[in-house]
């Protein structure tokens, strides 16, 4: 309210149009009339004696206060998702309080890549182990270990994919549903081979 009940008053100044109106005289029978915002008053119209203004406020009918908004980051969420907490904004007398928005911003991961639901991942093999197969574990994003196997005999070829279904992103709202993990293979290839090596890969 800005003071104690029923102090608030219409301002003896402006009659309570939150406005002043001055005439000024800029010549032989021209008179000049200028409009500007009460200053007793504020624009508002209405003023509260001194004696009963809140010590809080002063008059103002707002105060600054610091309030801690939880953000919950759920399963699935996307960048660029926005969080809206209704009627947190500032308040200003006589109207409603605005929103505050979190927008969400996804902070780019060292090793996974995410694709909407999908996750990517790249996997530099050997040319020795692109010919002759191997195994490898990855770190998950929750710190589970995946295997992957490329049994012997299978040959990797170079920026092929293999994809492990459900082990991208789960979905927002649905979470037990979740993308897939694909897993991309960069075949490094040795810049020079010894004499030994030629010999042996010419058998």
Do not use: W
């Not at 005289?25 to 409009?35: E, K, L, N, S």
């Not at 001194?50 to 707002?62: A, F, H, I, T």
């Not at 890549?113 to 010919?131: F, H, I, Q």
């Not at 490329?150 to 979740?178: L, Y």
């Amino acid at each position: 309210r800005g003071g104690n009940a029923g102090c608030e008053k219409t301002c003896s100044d402006c009659n309570g149009r939150g406005v002043r109106v001055q005439l000024r005289q800029i010549g032989p029978g021209m008179v000049q009339q200028m409009q500007s915002a009460c200053t007793t008053c504020r624009g508002q119209g209405k003023s509260i004696p001194e004696k009963d203004k809140c010590k809080s406020c002063k008059g103002s009918k707002v105060y600054k206060d610091r309030k801690v908004l939880e953000v919950n980051i759920e399963k699935g969420m996307t960048h660029g998702q926005k969080i809206r907490f209704s009627g947190e904004a500032d308040e200003v007398p006589g109207t409603l309080a605005g929103d505050v928005v979190i927008v969400v911003q996804q902070k780019e991961h060292e090793t996974f890549k995410r694709k909407g639901a999908d996750l990517v991942v790249t996997l530099d093999v050997s040319l020795t182990e692109a010919l002759c197969g191997f195994t490898r574990l990855i770190t998950h994003l929750d710190g589970r270990q995946l295997q992957i196997d490329v049994p012997a005999g299978e040959v990797t070829k170079h920026d092929s994919v293999k994809i492990i279904k459900g082990e991208g992103m789960p979905q927002h709202g649905n979470i037990f549903n979740k993308g897939g993990l694909f897993v991309h293979f960069n075949v490094v290839f040795p810049t020079t081979l010894s004499s030994d090596m030629v010999a042996k890969l010419k058998k």
